[in-house]
């Protein structure tokens, strides 16, 4: 506090304020921007004389100076400053307003300076706003709805924070209104605190503007419609703003405000701003939240923290105290949380009595003595505060704080003339203020302090304060003192005065405050003494000489300062209340009497009183003054001795005050070690929670796609067992198949019998070759339908193998997944068991950990052992740790390698398969070859049943299908004779081959129909021949012999060659059986 007139930004004012023509405001400007606004303040409370030369100059500068705007704008933020700006150049808020319009790059260079200047009420000289202010608030709020940034909303919440009725009509209008909430709204959701604390507080400043006009305009309705209609239109934005201060919503910016205020205590990175700004939101918070939310774990949490920080003193900054106390007062005026108050009085009394003993221990330096004042003083304004927000009650504990507090406002006045006891002096009159207004409506708190005044105790520093004349200060200005540390003479002398008039009014309003009750007399007040104490007559004429004196004094020794920036009460107000104290009676005895006899009366019985006293006093004084001569005389030589012990005392008491501050320190660092290391321990425990919490997870989720696997695994075997059904009914029917084909071997072999009987016996020949025909009807129709069985079973063999070959994919990949999710679930199991034997071990050792620390605490001199202890149970902790990471990557690589030996099994079963698929596949081949190979043959053996229809075409042959006729030998051949009648052979259609043979190219129903509908004319041709035998030549018998012989030809080359191909002779079976017989074994012993 000693260096504050040594401060970059106290040089920068002093230069240009003692400058005598404009100078550059560059250095000023930076000093502004790095400054906050709380320092400007204190400089025009200590050189208050100097702020009209500065305003001169600055409004001198704006013509020509880049910087004025900026340096405007930062020190028209103190009314006292603004005030002279506008006496030199009234019209400087009008052209500011007109030039801010014109363009957006004015309207970026005059807008802050103009809200700044509007930010107070404006002075006498300019009871009106000017013209332009419409368009200048009408162009903001058209630059916030269109662009919502942090500039153009602080812009709008000094309007709204200011005092101008005018500017807060026009802004909280109905349409208005509504556009501004919808903007500020969209900046709820921003990511900056800053950006979201201002809207916020702007939208709080809206809904008590616009509450205020409907309470106002609520009280003025009348019945009349327009008012009714007036009334609700203001309700409009009223209800949609209190809707976000109340309820879920209310909570959440409670919340969110109290956490900012918390970090701010605790040193986070909230800025001044952001915290006043959340101060201003809890104001505009719902009782109801504010009560819910005190009453909750997170509230209780937020304002015990809050109070304990108080309590210690810890807070860096000052004003961060200040904006603290104002919360807690705050939240408990709207909760009524009582037990809260209480605890939140007891912090902050004990605030005021570290102040009060720090004040006391350095007394000898006065820059901590005078900050200690200080802070004493803001501490007993908030004291004051938080009591008036709460009820009545009946403990008075707190009162010899605040008489504490009262003390040390008196002692305040004869400090030396420096800027620290002048900021302490402004400091204790606001206090005292405060304090002023409770005591006026705390009955019980004005018993107590009027107790506290009657005791001898308090007579004395009170009685020498009275006897203190104040500072003489010639009416000279201060501007010589440039660069010194002392404040401004007068300035100094204005906060003394002040200081006495609000000590002196304190004690006299809590008296008349105590008078009585009034009675059945208008303006007669009745004093009982036996319901409370009243204030001595003496000390009470005491006070009221010393206010006559303030109030008689001339305005050249009270004020010589055109700009006051001290809080003082009026002379005006001053003398009439002091009439006031004298019209009301102080003593217990008289009752009061408005007349000015009774003031004479009272005043010569008081002055005669004062004089007995006065005399009975110097009596004694006398006495006492011999008494101590003679006892100096004698005791010269014990008290330099007892000097000397005090001396040599005092020199220990210091070196213990230093171990103990050594000691103290140690101590704080030993229990910050021990934080700090509990704080790590405490967070790798989260981390192994945390991880052993994701594990358990990822083994669950592993374990709920293994069943759906093994589900899967399952049904495709059951599917499989279905394929193996069906592979067995084929080979059952392949087996069945072979059965027909040995059958038809035996029908063969009966048919050589037939034809050898042909061959002996032609007349027979031709019932025999009706026979054979028959017979081989019949064969068709099995070789047919066998054809038919053959080719579905070659097509079912080729779904079946279709369907085999893609369900063992999905077999191998799902035994592939099913391994590998096994090896995960078992992996992660024995990890998991393993990490939870090491997380229970990390248990046991951080509650062995926490009882060590816990002995640390209670126990101080053993810090050093706990320390060892501590880290010998970390170094064992973080053994353990590596131990468990090492068995987890040992598991792990366990694991793979198993998993890498099923891989490899799965891929030689695999190839394993698809070697026995590759047989199979061949197999089949080799099958379907065979079948193409029949469907060859019988197609050849159709041509020649052709060719031997053309060579019989009188011959019927029953039942003919897609099939050879039964061959003969050839010496069967040559023994028919040649009056064998001709056999018609029926027309067949040609059909078009195709690659793979179908059912329709081997016959169908269809083709026998045809068959016997072309049958029934050969039979007609075969009897008309018979029956026209008679007429038939040796010409003719020629011819048909020869057409017989070749016939014979024909039938030997058909016979030999269908018993080259079907194995027709006698003794031999068909080709086909015994391949056939081969791949239904090798089928058999695949299993398929």
């Known amino acids: 506090m000693s260096n504050e007139a040594d401060s970059p930004l106290f040089r920068a004012l002093e230069s240009v304020a003692a400058s005598p023509y404009a100078p550059s405001l560059r250095a000023l400007s930076r000093e502004l921007e790095k400054s906050k606004p709380s320092e400007v303040t204190k400089w025009v409370n200590i050189y208050t004389c100097r702020i009209p030369s500065l305003a001169r100059l600055i409004i001198s500068a704006l013509e020509y100076e880049p910087y004025a705007p900026t340096v405007i704008e930062k020190l028209a933020v103190v009314e006292q400053i603004r005030d002279a700006i506008l006496e030199y150049r009234p019209s400087v808020i009008d052209a500011s307003l007109k030039a801010a319009t014109t363009s957006e790059s004015n309207f970026q260079k005059y807008a802050s300076m103009c809200t700044s200047l509007l930010s107070h009420p404006l002075p006498s000289g300019l009871p009106h706003l000017p013209g332009s202010l419409q368009s200048f608030l009408a162009h903001l709020v058209k630059l916030i709805f269109l662009n919502p940034n942090r500039s153009n909303i602080r812009l709008l919440y000094r309007l709204l924070q ?49 509450e205020s006009a409907s309470e106002n305009l609520e009280m003025n309705r009348t019945s009349d419609a327009n008012g009714l209609e007036a009334s609700a239109g203001m309700g409009t934005p009223t209800s949609s703003g209190r809707s976000l201060f109340a309820g879920d919503k209310g909570g959440k910016v409670l919340r969110l405000a109290a956490n900012v205020i918390i970090s701010a205590a605790t040193g986070g990175d909230d800025d001044e701003e952001v915290v006043s700004l959340a101060l201003v939101v809890v104001e505009a918070i719902d009782a109801d939240v504010v009560r819910t939310w005190a009453e909750s774990r997170e509230g209780m949490f937020a304002m015990r923290k809050l109070a304990e920080l108080l309590s210690n003193g810890n807070i860096p900054h000052s004003a961060t105290l200040q904006q603290i106390a104002e919360f807690l007062t705050c939240v408990v005026g709207k909760a009524g949380a009582s037990s809260l108050g209480a605890k939140v009085i007891k912090s902050l009394q004990f605030a005021i009595g570290e102040a009060l003993w ?81 005591v006026e409506t705390w009955t019980p708190l004005r018993n107590a302090f009027l107790s506290a005044l009657a005791t001898n105790e308090f007579m004395s520093p009170v009685t020498r304060f009275l006897d203190t004349e104040p500072l003489d200060v010639k009416a000279e200005s201060c501007a010589g003192m440039q660069g010194k540390s002392n404040a401004c003479p007068g300035e100094l002398r204005n906060a003394r005065l002040d200081l006495i008039k609000v000590l002196c009014m304190l004690p006299l309003k809590v008296n008349v405050c105590l008078g009585g009750e009034p009675t059945s007399a208008p303006g007669a007040v009745v004093i009982d003494q036996s319901d409370h104490d009243s204030l001595d007559a ?97 005791v010269e030589a014990p008290l330099r001795l007892a000097q000397s012990q005090a001396r040599k005392f005092a020199e220990e008491l210091g070196n213990a005050k230093r171990m103990y501050e050594q000691l103290q320190t140690t101590t704080e660092e030993g229990h910050e070690r021990v934080t700090f290391e509990m704080n790590s321990l405490r967070d790798e425990k989260e981390r192994l929670e945390t991880a052993v919490g994701e594990l358990v997870s990822e083994v669950e989720e592993a374990t709920s796609r293994s069943k759906s696997l093994e589900d899967q695994l399952a049904s495709q075997a059951a599917n499989n067992d279905e394929l193996k059904l069906l592979l067995g009914r084929e080979t059952a029917r392949g087996t069945e198949l072979e059965q027909c084909l040995a059958q038809e071997r035996d029908a063969m072999t009966n048919l ?9 016996n032609l007349s027979s020949a031709r019932e025999e070759l009706k026979a054979a025909s028959e017979e081989l009807q019949r064969r068709a129709e099995a070789m047919a339908s066998l054809q038919t069985e053959v080719h579905e079973k070659t097509a079912v063999l080729d779904e079946a193998r279709d369907e085999a070959e893609a369900h063992q994919v999905q077999i191998g990949e799902l035994e592939e997944r099913a ?90 079963r695999e190839s394993a398969m698809v070697t026995e698929n590759k047989q199979l596949m061949k197999k089949l081949a080799k099958l379907q070859g065979l079948h193409e190979k029949q469907r060859v043959e019988i197609a050849q053996a159709q041509e020649l049943s052709r060719k031997l229809s053309s060579l019989f075409p009188g011959a019927t042959i029953l039942g003919q299908r897609d099939e050879l006729p039964t061959s003969t030998t050839p010496q069967q051949t040559e023994s028919v004779p040649l009056t064998a009648p001709t056999v018609p052979v029926a027309k067949r259609s040609r059909r078009s081959r195709s690659p793979t043979p179908k059912a329709s190219d081997y016959g169908d129903g269809n083709s026998d129909q045809q068959i016997r509908e072309t049958g029934e004319p050969m039979h007609e041709a075969a009897s008309e021949a018979e029956s026209d035998g008679d007429e038939i030549t040796a010409d003719d018998t020629r011819d048909m012999t020869m057409d017989f012989k070749a016939l014979v030809r024909d039938s030997r080359r058909m016979s030999n060659y269908a018993a080259t191909r079907f194995g027709l002779t006698q003794g031999t079976n068909y080709g086909t059986g015994h391949e056939d017989d081969e791949v239904l074994g090798e089928l058999n012993q695949l299993g398929i």
């Not at 200011?162 to 802004?171: A, M, N």
């Not at 620290?420 to 606001?430: D, E, F, R, Y």
């Not at 006559?548 to 003082?568: E, F």
């Not at 050589?752 to 002996?760: G, I, W, Y």
Request: hydrophobic share 35%; aromatic share 4%; net charge negative.
């Open 162 to 210: 200011g005092k101008h009725g005018e500017v807060q009509d026009v802004l909280t209008r109905g349409s208005t209104s509504y556009g501004l909430h919808t903007a500020l709204g969209g900046c709820l959701s921003a990511d900056q605190s800053g950006l979201v604390f201002l809207a916020l507080a702007c939208l709080a400043r809206i809904m008590s503007r616009s």
């Open 819 to 908: 391994t590998e999710l096994e090896n995960i679930v078992t992996s992660e199991r024995e990890a998991s068991a393993q990490k939870d034997e090491a997380i229970g071990n990390m248990q046991q050792e951080a509650e062995a950990l926490r009882r060590t620390l816990i002995e640390v605490n209670n126990n101080l001199h053993l810090q050093q052992e706990a320390f060892a202890d501590s880290e010998r149970s970390r170094a064992s902790l973080d053994s353990k740790l590596k131990e468990a990471r090492m068995l987890h990557e040992h598991t792990v690589k366990t694991s793979r390698e198993e998993l890498n030996d099923l891989r490899q099994q799965f891929a030689e």
């Open 538 to 634: 003496n000390l009470s004429c005491n006070f009221i000489n010393k206010l006559s004196s303030l109030v008689t004094a001339s305005p050249q020794q009270s004020r010589h300062h055109p700009y006051n920036g001290s809080s003082g009460m009026s002379s005006n107000f001053t003398n009439g209340f002091a009439v006031s104290i004298v019209q009301e009676s102080s003593t217990p005895y008289i009752h009061a009497n408005p007349s000015y006899e009774w003031q004479q009366r009272l005043l010569l019985d008081l002055n005669q009183e004062a004089a007995h006293r006065h005399e009975n006093l110097v009596k004694e004084m006398g006495k006492i003054c011999r008494d101590l001569e003679e006892r100096c005389m004698n």
């Open 358 to 438: 720090r004040e006391v221990s350095y007394a000898s330096t006065p820059a901590v003595g005078a900050k200690s004042r200080i802070a004493s003083a803001e501490a007993t304004k908030s004291l004051c505060e938080l009591l008036s927000a709460m009820d009545p009650f009946e403990d008075t504990s707190f009162v010899e704080i605040l008489k504490s507090g009262y003390l040390l406002a008196a002692s305040s006045g004869r400090n030396p003339p420096s800027i620290a006891n002048l900021c302490a002096v402004v400091a204790h009159v606001s206090a005292l203020q405060t304090f002023e207004r409770l």
């Open 752 to 760: 050589r019998v037939h034809a050898a009987e042909l061959d002996q």
